[in-house]
């Protein structure tokens, strides 16, 4: 069974960060694409970043490169989104995707349950 449990949000001033962390089970983990995506309250669920395990490349939203980090442990089955310089903006519920070779868009692909990531003074 395919299982994606998402950890590490948590509540951080702006400026701070934080490490997501998502640990896949129940697929071949080298030959899928992770994403993380973000749903604010009231809002659409949109792709933050995503990673295709099989070479490596990464993809971001505009708003937050250079100051977020995708990366993979493939020996963990593990993707990680480093947080840096959080804005109240990038507050949300965010949520590990996996998708076979191509990135997950908003609505295909297998979902974990998410974690919740509060940016605020």
């Known amino acids: 069974e395919v299982q994606l449990v998402e950890s590490g949000g948590g509540l951080v001033q702006p400026g701070g960060s934080l490490r997501l962390s998502c640990v896949a089970s129940?697929?071949?983990?080298?030959?899928?694409?992770i994403g993380w995506f973000r749903q604010a309250p009231g809002k659409e669920r949109k792709v933050v970043s995503c990673?295709?395990?099989?070479?490596?490349?990464?993809v971001y939203v505009d708003s937050v490169k250079g100051r977020f980090t995708i990366s993979s442990d493939n020996a963990k089955n593990t993707v990680y989104l480093q947080m840096n310089n959080l804005k109240p903006e990038d507050s949300g519920t965010y949520y590990c995707?996996?998708?076979?070779?191509?990135?997950?868009?908003?609505?295909?692909?297998?979902w974990g349950p998410g974690t919740q990531v509060t940016v605020s003074s």
């Open positions: 995707a996996a998708a076979y070779l191509d990135c997950p868009s908003s609505t295909v692909g297998y």
């Open positions: 129940g697929f071949t983990f080298d030959d899928y694409a």
């Open positions: 990673i295709t395990i099989t070479n490596g490349l990464t």
